[in-house]
């Protein structure tokens, strides 16, 4: 009986990195199958297992488990797939691609992890993947210090920018466009990293970019809404110490279980409440 019930708690801590590892595994097999192309099995299977690693580390209380992850995903979509293999994998790669009817690179990026994978694993592509956050997350404002601002509003100005950027292009009809959209790619990542270090000192928040000005939300939150990992707080041992929500990067309130709580579509799966909850009842 002891034995039994030491496999099931086993297979529960360990439940949500063979979900992830098998989701991107699917994805993988399928993308290598249907497009006769090698490059899928090793990209969604190198990603997927990163973030299997990643969840594996946490369940045994390794202190740097998601910073592991923001690097190994994070440099290899920024420098590998980036710079290396000229792949722009920002907002407006993903509409040139769209533009061009191209279903692949960046277009199948942002259906797996910003479109549609969101569904199942809400924003954790902010957490544990984004090549600029994972720069960001290093800043000193791990907490942030100031409240809130109203600003969300000039995500969607950058949503439109990078959208009318790429129209622009094919509308004017430039030429050498793999050239330009390389260039956007470097130069785009380069003011969105000032940017993200401006606002962090700024407004004393290292997450101040993501909350006011990264265009990416306008795909993940609709979808996050209806995750299916989601943090949830026992509310039968819950103390309302406010711990959680004091740790929280994104501000969620955690103390609400609805959907609709307060910035509850921007939960990154960080982990910070369930470290810090002392009854712990904050769980995954």
């Known amino acids: 009986m002891e034995k039994e019930w030491h496999t099931m708690n086993t297979l529960k801590k360990y439940l949500p990195s063979l979900i992830i590892f098998s989701i991107f595994e699917a994805v993988a097999i399928t993308l290598w ?71 692949e690179a960046a277009t199948i990026h942002y259906a797996v992890a910003k479109i549609f994978g969101p569904l199942v694993f809400g924003r954790g592509w902010c957490g544990y993947a984004c090549w600029t956050a994972m720069v960001l997350d290093f800043l000193p404002y791990k907490q942030p210090e100031e409240p809130r601002r109203k600003l969300g509003f000039l995500r969607y100005v950058m949503f439109g920018l990078s959208l009318a950027f790429v129209s622009g292009l094919f509308l004017l009809q430039v030429q050498e466009l793999e050239t330009v959209m390389f260039w956007s790619f470097v130069i785009g990542n380069g003011l969105y990293y000032a940017a993200g270090i401006a606002l962090a000192f700024a407004f004393k928040d ?18 996050s809404y209806f995750s299916l990992m989601r943090i949830t707080v026992d509310t039968d041992r819950c103390v309302s110490c406010g711990k959680c929500k004091q740790v929280c990067p994104m501000n969620v309130d955690l103390l609400n279980p609805a959907r609709s709580r307060a910035n509850g579509t921007e939960c990154i799966l960080c982990m910070n409440c369930v470290n810090a909850c002392p009854k712990e009842a904050v769980k995954l």
């Open 33 to 103: 199958l249907s497009k006769d192309n090698l490059f899928y099995l090793f990209n969604f299977t190198y990603i997927g297992g990163f973030l299997a690693l990643g969840l594996v580390l946490y369940a045994r209380k390794y202190k740097y488990a998601r910073q592991v992850v923001q690097l190994g995903v994070g440099l290899y979509m920024l420098v590998y797939l980036g710079l290396m293999c000229n792949e722009n994998m920002q907002i407006e790669g993903f509409w040139y691609y769209l533009f061009l009817g191209v279903f």
């Open 206 to 223: 290292n997450r101040a970019f993501c909350k006011y000005l990264c265009p990416i939300t306008v795909f993940l939150k609709p979808a």
